[in-house]
């Protein structure tokens, strides 16, 4: 076990779900919602106090998209490329993006860990095409000039 | 804590009355929509400068206050014109206002609230078209509300409201005047079929669920709306919660279910916290937990928020996720309705069908089917967005022409544009095309040439869409969501993928089009699931109605549409070109040169086709060809 690190807000997120193994996918969740990411050593905790195997909380947590055990930035970019916002030219603003911050495909975080920019496969604002996420607020009807604006906003608020 | 039926009933009279009261009501829609287009900030304005003109304005219906004369302030549920929010309703007048912004609250409330006018620049008007209410704008015209009835005219987040419009009324109905089994005879009847997607028949699928012997059965809704292009089910939950529990609850009861779990996708953050407020205020009042209204019935709710897997989508596989498991899909049979959630006998339907089980049980199955076709009765509700001037949630009966979607209430193509194509049903789905416009859209006559009503996205296209790259993003999108379990999915969408990406990169050879057509014909018959299943549907339907696009791009190394970036040339315009060099500054290969003040030239042998050339330059001398 990691001395360092905080088990008490696991305990009482177990409590919360009161140990069920089947709020498992709820329990990581939570604790992502506090992190912003999965860190290792929730895994064996977690798997002892709810009595399932490591690889069976490994096997959850690798299956689901929206779980990562990489730290994610302050600003998490998500810029959607549903269909209709595909239809409406979003990868531009995604090019646009990943350019601004020197991010690609494979590397999604930046290393001082400010900004991580994902794609979403639809976001369910289709009326307000192209849009994009900032820490879950939703931009309406953007363009690869707009975002730049955006991330010289947040660069500046740092 | 309401006890009985009677209390129920006098709980309405009160709210309708108080509703009633209110002299006027000023509706701004807060949803996901037009929160983004910054409605919420529009909503605090009204507030504001009402009281501070000491206008009496209540933003939440209470007991025991009286609200005459007052001015209801509301956030509503979506309109579905979401394109022109923040949309404000005012009643009872039923005007429209668009695009309103905080500062133009004061000028309407002077015209319309203060007085019984309109402010004239804030009211629809497009195309010639001008209209102040609401179901004068032709995006309103055609529609039927059934499902979407409140959506826009009542408050959002308010149990009261629900109930004043005559909410709870088919569960009171339910649960005083009719068995389990005359509800299952309703639903039957209605020939309701599931809204999901498969348009399997709800009253059948309850039925099995209620003869099974396992005496505990569960209720499931189906809210991991994944198809991209599509939002009504995260309307309805956002925007009129009470109306999916109801239909729910009546499942429940129907099939002797205690209790009941909504599977929520991680993008839609504001329906589960929507969902969670109704349920909390629907427990508070005793609408929901034990012994409802004094009955025998009783009922628990659970939420379970997706983690981002849109095979979770799927019956067995939303089943195991919400046991905590990887979302995968099982062979089948045991089919859900034997052995669902936990192995016991479970209803899974999606939101839009328990959204339409309230007004089936208060109004009858003979109401319903006036609505539609008699094989797929009621309506449908779609979201229409690509390339179309009016995008938005519209509903229409079942069986109403595409055209009449699109060039009616979708108000034709952008831009003057033409139409090409519209796809329907999202990655499972194909497209339509010019010869389709006149079919109806219900669930047979959609089969019948290759698609499916799907979810309800409806995605238009136009002439500048290359139908070969939506084929390509479409399996690009079913292979990233495939799940791995079963071979012919996993390896079958990874080679089709292969293959579109190098037709559109360029490569395309010889034989790939019959290739694509083998695989997508191997995988269709013996992927697992539905994702497998359906995944080269849209492969399939645009080699049908495009298949010259997918030879041009094989053999001519041509995009027909202009679409395609590596089959792209860039030339420059020697009469449009100044001579700047601003373009041989921007390529970032130095594939331009040329003398100051005489047209510059493009080297194709150099150039890697990024457009930065195109973009660059101010006098449009830069050509795709």
């Not at chain 2, 309103?140 to 409201?161: F, L, M, N, P, W």
């Not at chain 2, 981002?308 to 099982?330: D, H, N, Q, W, Y």
Request: aromatic share 6%; proline share 4%.
């Amino acid at each position: 076990m990691n001395k360092d690190f905080d088990y008490a807000l696991l305990d009482k997120v177990l409590e919360e779900h009161e140990y069920k193994r089947s709020a498992i996918i709820a329990i990581l969740q939570s604790i992502q919602e506090h992190y912003h990411y999965l860190p290792k050593e929730i895994v064996p905790y977690l798997a002892k106090k709810l009595g399932i195997s490591e690889a069976g909380i490994y096997s959850v947590a690798t299956f689901y998209e929206n779980f990562s055990f990489e730290p994610k930035g302050k600003y998490i970019i998500k810029v959607c490329d549903g269909t209709a916002c595909h239809v409406r030219h979003s990868i531009p603003i995604l090019e646009r993006v990943r350019q601004e911050l020197g991010l690609s495909a494979k590397k999604i975080t930046t290393d001082d860990l400010m900004f991580t920019v994902e794609t979403v496969s639809c976001l369910g604002a289709c009326g307000l095409a192209p849009v994009m996420t900032i820490n879950d607020v939703v931009h309406p009807g953007m363009s690869p000039d707009k975002a730049s604006e955006l991330i010289a906003e947040l660069k500046k608020e740092g | 804590m309401l006890k009985t039926r009677e209390e129920l009933e006098s709980l309405r009279q009160t709210y309708a009355c108080s509703v009633k009261c209110e002299k006027k009501r000023i509706l701004v829609c807060a949803e996901t929509g037009c929160i983004a287009s910054g409605s919420l900030k529009v909503y605090d304005s009204f507030v504001k400068i009402l009281k501070d003109k000491g206008i009496d304005c209540t933003t939440e219906l209470a007991e025991g206050v009286s609200h005459e004369g007052a001015i209801g302030v509301k956030r509503s549920a979506c309109h579905g014109f979401c394109e022109l929010g923040p949309l404000v309703r005012i009643e009872p007048e039923g005007i429209l206002y668009t695009k309103v912004k905080p500062e133009d609250c004061e000028e309407i409330i002077e015209a319309s609230i203060i007085g019984d006018g309109v402010a004239e620049r804030l009211i629809y008007n497009r195309n010639g078209v001008k209209a102040a209410k609401q179901e004068d704008i032709p995006f309103y015209k055609k529609q039927t509300r059934v499902v979407r009835e409140h959506c826009g005219h009542i408050d959002a987040t308010s149990v009261k409201e629900y109930i004043a419009a005559g909410g709870y009324k088919a569960l009171e109905k339910a649960l005083f005047e009719m068995t389990p089994a005359d509800i299952l005879d309703e639903i039957d009847k209605s020939a309701l079929r599931g809204r999901g997607g498969g348009g399997f028949p709800t009253g059948r699928k309850w039925r099995q669920v209620a003869g099974q012997k396992e005496p505990v059965h569960y209720v499931v809704c189906n809210g991991d709306e994944g198809d991209p292009g599509a939002f009504m089910d995260r309307s309805i939950m956002e925007g009129d919660p009470h109306r999916m529990l109801e239909g729910m609850m009546i499942a429940a009861y129907a099939v002797g279910a205690k209790e009941a779990y909504i599977y929520v996708r991680a993008e839609y953050p504001m329906a589960v916290s929507r969902l969670q407020n109704a349920i909390n205020q629907a427990e508070e009042l005793g609408i929901i937990g034990e012994n409802v209204l004094g009955t025998d019935f009783s009922i628990k709710f659970h939420i379970n928020k997706g983690a981002g897997a849109f095979v979770c989508g799927e019956g067995s596989a939303l089943t195991a996720s919400i046991e905590g498991k990887r979302g995968m899909p099982r062979v089948k049979p045991p089919r859900t309705v034997e052995q669902g959630l936990f192995e016991k006998p479970t209803v899974l339907n999606n939101v839009e069908t328990y959204a339409n089980v309230p007004s089936i049980i208060e109004n009858g199955a003979d109401w319903y089917l006036g609505i539609g076709p008699a094989n797929s009765p009621g309506t449908k509700a779609f979201a229409l967005t690509g390339n179309i001037q009016n995008t938005g949630l519209i509903e229409v009966p079942m069986g109403t022409t595409l055209r009449d979607v699109i060039f009616d209430i979708g108000g034709g193509m952008r831009d003057g544009k033409q139409f090409k194509a519209v796809q329907i049903g999202g990655p499972s789905g194909g497209c339509l095309v010019t010869k389709d416009l006149d079919m109806p859209l219900d669930f047979d006559s959609l089969k019948k040439v290759g698609a499916m009503i799907g979810s309800g996205g409806l995605v238009v296209m136009d002439e500048d869409t290359c139908m070969v790259e939506v084929a390509r993003f479409f399996m690009n999108f079913t292979q990233n969501e495939s799940c791995g379990k079963c071979v012919p999915c996993r390896e079958g969408t990874k080679r089709m993928l292969e293959i579109l990406e190098r037709i559109v990169a360029g490569n395309g050879r010889d034989g790939d089009i019959e290739l694509l057509l083998e695989l997508a014909d191997t995988i269709s018959n013996t992927a697992l699931c539905g994702l497998g299943k359906t995944a080269a549907m849209p492969v399939v339907s645009t080699i049908k109605n495009f298949r010259e696009e997918y030879e041009a791009h094989i053999y001519q190394k041509k995009c027909p549409a202009g679409q395609c970036k590596k089959l792209v040339t860039y030339q420059i315009d020697p009469e449009l070109c100044k001579g700047c060099s601003k373009c041989a500054r921007n390529c970032p290969v130095g594939a331009i040169s040329g003398e100051i003040k005489s047209p510059f030239v493009i080297d194709t042998s150099k150039c890697i086709k990024c457009g930065a050339c195109a973009s660059a330059c101010n006098f449009g001398a830069v050509k795709e060809v």
